[in-house]
């Protein structure tokens, strides 16, 4: 419960139709089994006290009877048990059937909330025997209990409060405007459905978009509890497929016709609420008629079985990376040939260090050149080596330039930083930032100088995990006339260079296979600003990630703190959990400490950054998706409990 994650689970239990006593034998033993794991939110099937298909049976008398002892019997099974249960079963009321969802929490009836849709078309013919759920909340007594029924009721817990459980059944999900958007709109984070969908060929897949595209646009959990394959075989089949979705987000799935009877996962209602609050125009109603039903959990720490990706801007799948580099590229290269042509720029100027980050940029240049029908010899690709300049990234950017036929040009910068250096009345031999810079601002400025002399513009090389950590120095590389990188995160960086090296890799020509093997070592060099001398003249005199932490870890950071709103202790948490066996905790801990501290002192430079192209979620430009103010304090981000 605590950060929000709530164990949630979806039951298909054994049954036989219309034998009420053995099925509700069977569901409080999965009550019992998801109990046992913590569960705080289980989701039965649609109408499982009696089984689905009853058919007719549904209107005698005696299996409505022993179907509402089976829920009185349930109910009470849950007495000092802190879970909030939903069950099916058919529900009479002035004289009506009703096919329903029941409510059950600590050995009560919270509710009861009929279904709304009745589908009477194909293998169903549900209107036969129910009705259909009528408009408000009304008061029913009902297997010993006198409690809310309707469709309209929000189950609200009194501990967690972005924690609202709405219901919805089977068809309902299946119709344009199924009750959840209500529901959502007034304030429901997770919707239960209890279904007993048929199986046929395609309809998982279907299912699953489904599921998919509701849990997205209500922005909200949804469990999705399918009736297993014991329901009558007399026409048609069930499997039990389950589901469950947070916000677009498939976080557990019971295949269809598996044998597990439990489907476990967390859903992060506290996240749910972020998305809402940043999605400024999420649609919420304030008075609707919703009735609130409130219940208590216990705020304990769950035990997380949900998965965290180590790397969430980098998909996991082969295929589906390859697909997001080339498109990612493709929206890079698009936005800078739209510069180039407004700004009428006669060529473009590539500060090139032999580095991932100015690699990409170049790449993208290409590319762009290419769209415009110019040729890359008309690209500017400039070195400047200086004291920190090393063999090997010296060595890789002339023979990446080459190999991409773009005019290469060097400008030793060590004699003017020198004079700098004196003017100031700066010791060469301290290496300090005023040192580092006095580099950064140089290069900058002959970069600058180059565009105006030859009429272009200076490409920025900058990415985005260097932009949320401040990497960057103030007026130097921190300043372009256009900025391809500036919402590319440096794991991502990574695999764009390296889909290029193993697409460079499938030419037969001798320029294809060394540009392949430039692009691999540039790959397997150390991220370095590379302003200290080395020793050797050949590895870097510094490593970035020995300074700041792992980029892969900070990457991480960036995405749960800005595009999930992530606290410090909830970060801490699920990075533990991501990272197990790779990094230990103080390391974990040391780096995220430097996040937030340099994420907070370095807005300044965000603040007034050069255009650049969003490609993804997470974007920092101030123009865009992330505003704040530069002299914010990060102190209330750092005060962790220390649970860890």
């Not at 569901?27 to 649609?46: T, Y």
């Not at 060097?410 to 010791?427: C, S, T």
């Amino acid at each position: 419960m605590k950060d929000g994650f709530i164990k949630t689970a979806a039951a298909v239990p054994p049954l036989k139709v219309s034998d009420c006593s053995y099925n509700s034998e069977q569901i409080i033993r999965l009550i019992k089994q998801a109990r046992s794991e913590s569960v705080s939110l289980l989701v039965f099937p649609e109408l499982c006290v009696t089984g689905y298909s009853c058919s007719d049976l549904f209107l005698q008398d005696r299996l409505l009877s022993a179907a509402e002892t089976a829920v009185r019997r349930i109910a009470d099974s849950t007495a000092g048990c802190d879970m909030l249960v939903f069950i099916g079963a058919p529900v009479s009321f002035m004289g009506k059937l009703y096919n329903c969802a029941v409510a059950l929490h600590s050995g009560r009836i919270l509710g009861v909330v009929p279904k709304t849709f009745l589908p009477s078309y194909n293998e169903f013919y549900e209107q036969r025997q129910f009705t259909k759920a009528f408009e408000g909340v009304k008061t029913l007594n009902y297997a010993g209990s006198e409690c809310c029924f309707g469709t309209d009721i929000l189950f609200c817990c009194k501990e967690v409060r972005e924690l609202i459980v709405a219901c919805e059944i089977c068809e309902d999900l299946w119709i344009p405007q199924a009750p959840s958007v209500r529901h959502c709109a007034s304030g429901a984070s997770v919707i239960a459905n209890l279904s007993a969908s048929t199986e046929s060929i395609g309809k998982p897949e279907y299912r699953r978009e489904l599921v998919s595209v509701h849990s997205s646009t209500n922005l909200c959990g949804y469990i999705y509890c399918g009736a297993g394959s014991d329901e009558s075989t007399t026409d048609l089949v069930y499997s039990g497929h389950s589901l469950i979705y947070e916000s677009g987000r498939l976080l557990a799935e019971k295949k269809p016709f598996s044998d597990s009877e439990l489907l476990v996962t967390e859903i992060d209602v506290k996240r749910v609420a972020f998305e809402r609050r940043r999605m400024s125009d999420f649609v919420s109603s304030a008075d609707d008629g919703h009735r609130s039903v409130l219940f208590s959990l216990p705020v304990t720490e769950t035990k997380l079985t949900r998965s965290f990706e180590k790397r969430p801007f980098v998909p996991s799948d082969e295929h589906d990376k390859n697909s997001r580099c080339s498109f990612i590229v493709e929206m890079q290269a698009a936005a800078l040939a739209k510069r180039m042509k407004h700004t009428g720029a006669k060529t473009a100027v590539v500060g090139i260090s032999g580095g991932l980050d100015s690699t990409l940029a170049l790449l993208v240049t290409v590319k762009a050149f290419e769209k415009l029908g110019l040729p890359s010899s008309g690209i500017m690709t400039v070195t400047m080596p200086c004291f920190g300049t090393g063999k090997r990234t010296r060595e890789n950017a002339q023979t990446l330039c080459n190999c991409l036929d773009t005019e290469f040009v060097e400008v030793d910068i060590k004699e003017a930083v020198r004079l700098h250096l004196a003017d100031i009345g700066h010791d060469e031999t301290t290496y300090d930032v005023t040192y580092e810079n006095a580099q950064a601002r140089e290069r900058t400025q002959v970069l600058m100088d180059l565009a105006n002399k030859y009429s272009g513009i200076v490409i920025g090389t900058g990415d985005l995990s260097e932009a949320a950590l401040g990497w960057s120095t103030y007026n130097g590389d921190h300043m372009s006339m256009y900025a391809v990188n500036c919402s590319v995160p440096k794991t991502l960086v990574r695999y764009i260079v390296k889909f290029f090296a193993d697409t460079a890799s499938l030419r037969t020509d001798e320029k294809g296979q060394r540009l392949s093997k430039t692009l691999y070592d540039i790959i397997d060099t150390p991220v370095s600003p590379e302003l200290i001398p080395s020793d050797d003249g050949y590895e870097p005199g510094q490593k970035t990630e020995k300074i700041l932490g792992s980029y892969e870890i900070h990457d991480f950071f960036l995405y749960y703190f800005v595009r999930c709103g992530f606290s410090y202790d909830k970060i801490l948490r699920v990075a533990l959990k991501a990272f197990e066996g790779s990094f230990g905790c103080d390391e974990i801990k040391d780096t995220l400490d430097t996040f937030f501290r340099r994420f907070f002192s370095q807005q300044f430079k965000r603040s007034c950054v050069p255009d650049g192209v969003k490609v993804g979620s997470v974007s920092l430009s101030p123009r865009g998706d992330w505003r704040m103010p530069s002299d914010a304090s990060v102190s209330d981000w750092l005060q962790s409990v220390n649970r860890f």
